[in-house]
């Protein structure tokens, strides 16, 4: 193991905002005209024009560079597994993109020893007219493969899709899981030495990501090289040795992949918390109704932020409903903790009992009660939906608060049960016959 | 073991032929795609690939020929007009494929890489089997026609007929790799190319014989690097015209320079195209 597989020096990659927009022929004719008569051009065009920047950058005036990746060094070793994690924006995907070589780099360079597969996007390539055997062919040769590569493999790729019956129907008409499983297939049976994937395992259904995550363990095992940059943390623990943490677009840290997804997920918490909920703006929803507020009390009608297992609890979420508006019928409302790895561990919802409420102008307090409490000891994320009947979503906040557990006596025995193991708290009896 | 080496700055002088070559699967797939899916759930499928050239030399045929009664050099109106769009249809349909290749792919270069001069490259090929079934038919009506006794007389040139298409390809790839650099900064340039298509056919001797060109706008002809084979190309089956060696040299030093600078500029232009389209 001499040379590195992936040895990244310096890299940089930058792009213009505040640029004066010269998008058409015209804007360039008038920016020459301007320019001729030595005019002050910003002044006479003032068109501003950048996209995929936030707004906060944005605001800034004249020439000013954005740097999506700055000065970023790092070796990967043949085998090893990296995952790369970081906030939207930290430069991510920038980074994917120069070593698959879609975009050239600013400044600094990037050696790759060994064939190299990219992996951005599933199906890319697919044609909606040809069939999925063709297009098996079309999206292996796009990816790099050779068609005599593709042909002694055509059989595995078959079985893995599962969709041998459909093979000579155009992959218009396949649904959209069918058309993730096919294209994942053909990737899956890319076998380059270097593998670059992006988040492309959010698609599919729950156990056919189960398989696609088995197939990246397989081609582990074979000492691949793999470069992986993905949200859902429980996959990069479980399948990268290594992570690279990005931050603004430089190298936070580099080491272990429990160290560094430890020290990123403490992080990512504090920054949550900075909004209060009146004032969030990452909402989804159609907006008809708004959450406002939310906290827990306890019997006592005090407000609690840290949790005791088995004790009773009231949830409340404050909504809005703008004054001048109707009441809103039927409206379901939810609570959902997630876990540090962004899974659901508990939910709390109106209409799995049953409980429609009407929504009055002005603010409402929805209050769900639990009876004893049974979450397991640790940091969790309170998610807070609003719905009315079975289809509109009102308002949905991610992540809105941060609820703590500890302590309680939950079994009576004073007992934590196994947070790592299990996250649910449940109280058995056990006998014994013989 | 390959290496790959990414660099900031690469030299837009530099073109990696290899890496082409390592493509060819992918290439010879997307030119049967291109002529396969084309007219896929299409109750005349293939047909439309002769119905296209009949139909449009119809049309000419009808319009000028009948109405307008312009001259033909006084050959059969339907061969005349056949003659020049043959080459003409490969000629603008390899500029419209070359010209509007990278922002038709733009969602594919941006998920993943291969040598971004491969799907203009597949365009000239893909047309090259357009123009294959457009000549079958156009030989189809010159027999018919020179059976039939009319006034054509082709002559030995027709052996430069390979030449001639060579030379459309060249120029078709090279004005069309520079307007799709262009396009990525200026999306003007992909709405004004029907008209600059149009406008270039009639710079060429496509409906007009060059001799009814008026000597004021003669080097209209001569800068053109098309009007020469046009016409050259007539000459060649039906005897008409008169092919002037010098507007065939400086057609087709036009059309090498043109080829050159265009894959220069697209170089240039692809490398970061992503970023900006």
């Given at each position: 193991m001499s040379n590195p597989a992936i040895s990244v020096r310096g890299l940089s990659k930058r792009y213009r905002l505040g640029e004066i927009s010269r998008h058409t022929l015209a804007d360039e004719l008038t920016y020459l005209c301007h320019k001729f008569r030595r005019r002050n051009v910003a002044e006479h065009m003032g068109k501003v024009a950048f996209t995929g920047v936030s707004p906060a950058l944005n605001q800034g005036h004249g020439n000013q560079d954005f740097w999506a990746l700055r000065d970023v060094s790092f070796d990967v070793q043949p085998g090893e597994i990296i995952g790369i994690v970081g906030g939207n924006g930290a430069g991510k995907s920038t980074l994917l993109k120069i070593l698959s070589r879609i975009t050239e780099p600013s400044e600094g360079e990037a050696f790759i020893t060994g064939r190299v597969g990219s992996l951005l996007e599933v199906g890319t390539g697919f044609h909606p007219e040809l069939t999925g055997r063709e297009n098996i062919f079309m999206n292996g040769t796009i990816m790099g493969m050779r068609i005599a590569d593709i042909r002694r493999r055509f059989d595995e790729i078959v079985a893995f899709s599962e969709i041998e019956q459909f093979?000579?129907?155009?992959?218009?008409?396949?649904s959209s899981g069918m058309y993730v499983r096919l294209a994942f297939a053909v990737a899956a049976h890319l076998d380059p030495e270097v593998l670059i994937v992006d988040e492309v395992l959010a698609v599919g259904d729950a156990a056919f990501q189960k398989k696609c995550l088995g197939k990246m363990g397989d081609v582990v095992r074979q000492g691949r090289t793999i470069l992986f940059v993905s949200h859902n943390m429980a996959a990069v623990e479980n399948l990268c040795t290594h992570a690279l943490w990005l931050e603004h677009g430089r190298v936070r840290m580099l080491g272990e992949t429990s160290e560094i997804v430890e020290h990123y997920l403490g992080s990512s918490q504090i920054t949550q918390q900075a909004d209060s909920i009146r004032n969030r703006k990452d909402r989804q929803g159609?907006?008809?109704?708004?959450?406002v507020d939310f906290y827990v009390t306890d019997e006592a009608g005090k407000r609690q932020n840290v949790l005791r297992p088995g004790n009773r609890y009231h949830f409340t979420l404050e909504c809005e409903l703008s004054a001048n508006s109707l009441s809103l019928q039927n409206v379901v409302a939810s609570v959902a903790l997630t876990d540090l790895r962004n899974e659901t561990v508990w939910l709390a919802h109106s209409k799995f009992t049953h409980e429609y409420q009407t929504l009055m102008p002005g603010v409402n307090r929805m209050t769900c009660t639990v009876n004893d409490f049974s979450v397991a000891e640790g940091v969790y994320n309170a998610t807070l939906s609003l719905g009315q009947g079975e289809v509109e979503t009102l308002d949905l906040i991610t992540n809105a608060a941060e609820i703590n557990i500890e302590g309680g006596n939950f079994f009576g025995t004073g007992s934590k049960g196994s947070p790592t193991l299990c996250k649910t708290l449940t109280r058995a009896t056990w006998s014994l016959t013989t | 073991m390959q290496i790959t080496h990414i660099k900031a700055g690469q030299p837009w002088w530099i073109i990696n032929w290899r890496e082409l070559l390592d493509n060819r699967d992918l290439f010879w797939l997307t030119v049967q795609r291109d002529l396969t899916a084309i007219y896929k759930q299409s109750v005349l499928g293939p047909l439309w690939f002769v119905l296209q050239p009949v139909l449009t030399t119809v049309v000419f045929t009808v319009v000028?020929?009948?109405?307008?009664?312009?001259?033909?050099?006084?050959?059969?109106p339907f061969l005349f007009y056949m003659s020049g769009l043959v080459l003409w249809n490969y000629f603008q349909g390899v500029l419209n494929g070359v010209a509007s290749s990278l922002v038709s792919n733009a969602g594919i270069l941006r998920k993943v890489y291969f040598p971004r001069l491969l799907p203009p490259l597949t365009s000239v090929v893909t047309y090259l089997g357009h123009f294959l079934i457009n000549f079958i038919v156009f030989m189809g009506f010159f027999f018919y026609f020179y059976f039939k006794g009319s006034a054509i007389h082709p002559s030995w040139w027709i052996l430069l007929m390979p030449g001639l298409v060579l030379h459309c390809a060249c120029v078709g790839l090279g004005a069309g790799l520079w307007l799709s650099a262009m396009t990525i900064k200026y999306r003007d340039v992909s709405f004004a190319l029907p008209f600059l298509t149009q406008l270039w056919m009639y710079a060429s001797p496509v409906i007009l014989p060059a001799s009814a060109v008026s000597a004021k706008w003669k080097w209209v002809i001569a800068v053109n690097p098309m009007a020469g084979v046009i016409e050259l190309n007539r000459f060649a089956f039906l005897g008409s015209g008169s092919p002037d060696r010098t507007i065939l040299m400086v057609s087709f030093l036009v059309g090498i320079g043109l080829l050159i600078s265009g894959l220069f500029v697209f170089n240039r232009a692809q490398r970061t195209f992503v970023d900006t389209i």
């Open positions: 093979l000579d129907t155009p992959v218009k008409r396949y159609t907006g008809r109704a708004r959450i | 000028f020929g009948n109405f307008a009664k312009t001259s033909t050099d006084g050959l059969p």
